[in-house]
């Protein structure tokens, strides 16, 4: 594990979280950033992803709720996700690579839990 992911929890429906996640500068330099998360009995899918600050793309059902952004001063991208609905429960991966092919390196998940 390269890359060191923290900031999951358990919040209400509404609520808001930030997930952090640290990568080494080499890495974080050289590729594209991502979240990506997995729920249970599902396939594991791409939240947002930032290359750079006019190069972001989200998934649809994350759209006006998360914002990704990277901090070059600290080698971390952050996401900030609002209004948290339950069907967002899921464990959240920090992944780096090109932007366009697989995901190259991974960090540890972080749960993060909507109640109703």
């Known amino acids: 594990v390269q890359l060191q992911a923290s900031g999951g929890g358990l919040v209400q429906d509404g609520g808001s979280l930030r997930l952090s996640c640290v990568a080494p500068?080499?890495?974080?330099?050289?590729?594209?950033l991502g979240w990506y998360r997995q729920a249970p009995g599902m396939q594991r899918e791409m939240v947002a992803k930032?290359?750079?600050?006019?190069?972001?793309e989200y998934a649809d059902s994350v759209k006006g709720r998360f914002t990704i952004s990277r901090d070059s001063a600290k080698n971390t991208v952050n996401l900030q996700m609002n209004s948290l609905k339950p069907n967002d429960t899921a464990v959240y991966f920090c992944?780096?690579?090109?932007?366009?092919?697989?995901?190259?390196?991974w960090g540890q998940g972080t749960l993060v839990t909507v109640s109703s």
């Open positions: 992944g780096a690579g090109p932007w366009i092919g697989g995901v190259l390196f």
């Open positions: 930032i290359a750079r600050a006019d190069l972001i």
């Open positions: 500068g080499n890495i974080f330099r050289t590729n594209a």
